[in-house]
């Protein structure tokens, strides 16, 4: 029904300022009545980090930053969702304008800065939804003037466990001030031994809280090479590849807006992040799961990311574009690919991961 009305809707919302339209859209969707996911097709679950998934395809942290409306979008039929940013003290994130459509290129420009009502809401609103079904995570971050940022990622952790199934930790978001430093092999080792730490106490006697690391697609494949290192070290449960680019291709048609500040998600980050989801998965040599994110528009793209190395795959830009009836759309197309090369999600992960790299998907 919702993504019937979704022409309609789009004409009104992008008629708007694109931060008031996401506003108006959170609001919408708290007015619905939560109801149960449509039940997904068997070929389409997913088991790793010790879960079911009834399906690969998630929603991507920034829609829900406030972490209001988790059940609702579980409804549109993903098959898990990624809330926040969600950082310890509330902080207002940088001044607006601050998000901007790139519409010819089906791209989104961000540079909120990690605006956030703060850790206490989140949990509050979180501890009201306890129980009910669906794999919820949520991102995480430090607050921008904050002088111990390891310690809000830990706290964050030590607040949260117990009411999601998984935590992303992000140290790739390009929007606040020295938040990549955290990608340095140095400090990302002590963040994460922090975080795993943290994550150990908390869930003493109660299932385990995944912990994943997010990471950017602007790295150097010898950053790459540190960051898997350590991550797998450290006891990563998994890593989230990619965050948003700083890079502006060429090929951008909106060229006043692609001068604008921020990180570029959408269809131009396709690539960069499928190559650099591809060389992670090289890496890791399937010790760990990997979640895809950068450009998922279509049922291809989303199989292109799993034949990269994607165990599951996240998606939000493209809903601007498309409408929530995307969710739907690509799982009735990763049902036809399947029939057509006759396999399945899990034989096809990674097999073209070396190709990919290489540029050739």
Same mark, same amino acid.
């Given at each position: 029904?919702?993504? &019937?009305?979704? %022409?309609? +809707?789009?004409?009104? =919302?992008?008629?708007?300022?694109?931060?008031? @339209?996401?506003?108006?859209?959170?609001?919408?969707?708290?007015?619905?009545?939560?109801?149960?996911? #449509?039940?997904?097709?068997? !070929?389409?679950?997913?088991? $790793?980090?010790?879960?079911?998934?009834? /399906? %690969?395809?998630?929603?991507?942290?920034?829609?829900?930053?406030?972490?209001?409306?988790?059940?609702?979008?579980?409804?549109?039929?993903?098959?898990?969702?990624?809330?926040?940013?969600?950082?310890?003290?509330?902080?207002?994130? &940088?001044?607006?304008?601050?998000?901007?459509?790139?519409?010819?290129?089906? +791209?989104?420009?961000?540079?909120?800065?990690? &605006?956030?009502?703060?850790?206490?809401? @989140?949990?509050? *609103?979180?501890?009201?939804?306890?129980?009910?079904?669906?794999?919820?995570?949520?991102?995480?971050?430090?607050?921008?003037?904050?002088?111990?940022?390891?310690?809000?990622?830990?706290? $964050?952790?030590?607040?949260? $466990?117990?009411?999601?199934?998984?935590?992303?930790?992000?140290?790739?978001?390009? /929007?606040? #001030?020295?938040?990549?430093?955290?990608?340095?092999?140095?400090?990302?080792?002590?963040? =994460?031994? !922090?975080?795993?730490?943290? !994550?150990?106490?908390?869930?003493?006697?109660?299932?385990?809280?995944?912990?994943?690391?997010?990471?950017? #697609?602007?790295?150097?494949?010898?950053?790459?090479?540190?960051?898997?290192?350590?991550? =797998?070290?450290?006891?990563?449960?998994?890593?989230?590849?990619?965050?948003?680019?700083?890079?502006?291709?060429?090929?951008?048609?909106?060229?006043?807006?692609?001068?604008?500040?921020?990180?570029?998600?959408?269809?131009?980050?396709?690539? %960069?992040?499928?190559?650099?989801?591809?060389?992670?998965?090289?890496?890791?040599?399937?010790?760990?799961?990997?979640?895809?994110?950068?450009?998922?528009?279509?049922?291809?793209? @989303?199989?292109?990311?799993?034949?990269?190395?994607? &165990?599951?795959?996240?998606?939000?830009?493209?809903?601007?574009?498309?409408? %929530?009836?995307?969710?739907?759309?690509?799982?009735?197309?990763?049902? *036809?690919?399947?029939?057509?090369?006759?396999?399945?999600?899990?034989?096809?992960?990674?097999?073209?991961?070396?190709?990919?790299?290489?540029? !050739?998907?």
């Amino acid at each position: 029904m919702i993504g &019937n009305l979704f %022409p309609l +809707a789009k004409s009104v =919302l992008h008629a708007l300022d694109p931060e008031t @339209a996401h506003q108006l859209t959170i609001k919408g969707l708290s007015l619905l009545p939560v109801s149960a996911p #449509p039940k997904d097709d068997g !070929r389409l679950a997913v088991d $790793c980090f010790g879960r079911h998934f009834p /399906n %690969p395809v998630g929603l991507a942290a920034g829609l829900d930053k406030q972490c209001e409306v988790p059940d609702q979008l579980l409804s549109l039929g993903f098959g898990f969702v990624e809330l926040g940013g969600v950082v310890p003290k509330p902080q207002p994130g &940088n001044p607006r304008p601050r998000l901007f459509r790139l519409t010819r290129d089906e +791209a989104i420009i961000n540079r909120f800065g990690l &605006n956030s009502e703060g850790l206490d809401a @989140a949990r509050q *609103r979180l501890l009201q939804r306890r129980g009910r079904p669906g794999i919820v995570g949520v991102n995480i971050g430090a607050n921008k003037d904050s002088a111990d940022r390891v310690g809000d990622y830990a706290l $964050c952790i030590e607040q949260l $466990c117990g009411l999601v199934d998984f935590l992303t930790i992000n140290v790739s978001s390009p /929007n606040t #001030p020295g938040l990549r430093d955290l990608q340095g092999e140095a400090f990302l080792d002590d963040l =994460l031994g !922090r975080c795993i730490e943290a !994550r150990d106490k908390a869930d003493q006697g109660r299932a385990r809280t995944i912990i994943l690391l997010k990471i950017a #697609p602007d790295i150097s494949l010898e950053t790459l090479d540190a960051i898997v290192a350590t991550a =797998l070290k450290r006891g990563i449960d998994g890593l989230t590849v990619s965050n948003t680019t700083v890079a502006r291709p060429e090929s951008l048609k909106e060229k006043t807006l692609a001068a604008e500040t921020g990180g570029l998600s959408g269809k131009p980050l396709f690539v %960069p992040s499928t190559k650099i989801l591809a060389e992670t998965f090289l890496r890791v040599e399937r010790k760990i799961p990997l979640i895809g994110v950068g450009g998922v528009d279509s049922a291809e793209a @989303a199989w292109a990311k799993i034949r990269a190395g994607a &165990n599951l795959v996240q998606l939000y830009s493209a809903m601007v574009y498309k409408g %929530p009836g995307l969710v739907n759309d690509i799982k009735s197309g990763l049902l *036809r690919i399947l029939e057509r090369e006759g396999t399945t999600l899990a034989k096809a992960v990674g097999r073209d991961a070396a190709a990919i790299a290489q540029g !050739r998907f």
